[in-house]
T-cell receptor, first 114, second 113 residues
Framework: DSGVTQTPKHLITATGQRVTLRCSPR?????VYWYQQSLDQGLQFLIQ???????AKGNILERFSAQQFPDLHSELNLSSLELGDSALYFC?????????????FGPGTRLTVL | GENVEQHPSTLSVQEGDSAVIKCTYS??????FPWYKQELGKRPQLIID?????GEKKDQRIAVTLNKTAKHFSLHITETQPEDSAVYFC????????????FGAGTRLTVKP
């Protein structure tokens, strides 16, 4: 157990809908990262937050957005869902200032868009 | 930005043999290289990492080597066991407060008993 929690574990929804994925980082970690992993694919970096502020952006679609709250948990919002958005979504956390800043992954949320 | 390439994409070995996975990176400023193991349906887990001031690091049956000049690093697993079967990801980043880590595409390792 990495100490990073994600909810829900599974999510099934229809095209065009909007969903919110939630992540709680390890105690003491200030950085949160979101990744998308499609079937048999690698880890695509979406976005990083550090202490409530956006720090880095990867291949995140405009239909997707995220935020990190004062208690440091983060939410990833996916809207106007398409079939191709079906994937495992991982959240990772790190201390944020460590050198190196090792990332620890949560168990993931499996999103299925029908 | 950083680009990480990983080879091979699949690797099959006999139990007891060694397995080697190689990665190259593009940004010479990268100085931190972790390796993650992901079992089917589970989260990626850090198994070993190396900083750029070190050429090799070992942890039991796992070792990682780094060649800064050539900008490549490798994961070596000796005496492979069936439980080593998983997808392995390499990654590269620049240590600092903007931890923009890039992952390789992954290598699916199968260890045959």
């Amino acid at each position: 157990d990495s100490g990073v929690t994600q909810t829900p574990k599974h999510l099934i929804t229809a095209t065009g809908q909007r969903v919110t994925l939630r992540c709680s980082p390890r105690s003491g970690d200030l950085s949160v990262y979101w990744y998308q992993q499609s079937l048999d694919q690698g880890l695509q970096f979406l976005i990083q937050y550090y202490n409530g502020e956006e720090r880095a952006k990867g291949n995140i679609l405009e239909r997707f957005s995220a935020q990190q709250f004062p208690d440091l948990h983060s939410e990833l919002n996916l809207s106007s869902l398409e079939l191709g958005d079906s994937a495992l979504y991982f959240c990772a956390s790190s201390v944020g200032l460590a050198r190196p800043d090792t990332q620890y992954f949560g168990p993931g949320t499996r999103l299925t868009v029908l | 930005g950083e680009n990480v390439e990983q080879h091979p994409s699949t690797l099959s070995v006999q139990e007891g043999d060694s397995a080697v996975i190689k990665c190259t990176y593009s940004d010479s400023a990268s100085n931190y290289f972790p390796w993650y193991k992901q079992e089917l349906g589970k989260r990626p887990q850090l198994i070993i990492d190396i900083r750029s001031n070190v050429g090799e690091k070992k942890d039991q049956r796992i070792a990682v080597t780094l060649n800064k000049t050539a900008k490549h690093f490798s994961l070596h697993i000796t005496e492979t066991q069936p439980e080593d079967s998983a997808v392995y990801f390499c990654a590269a980043s620049i240590m600092g407060d903007n931890n923009d880590m890039r992952f390789g595409a992954g290598t699916r390792l199968t260890v045959k008993p």
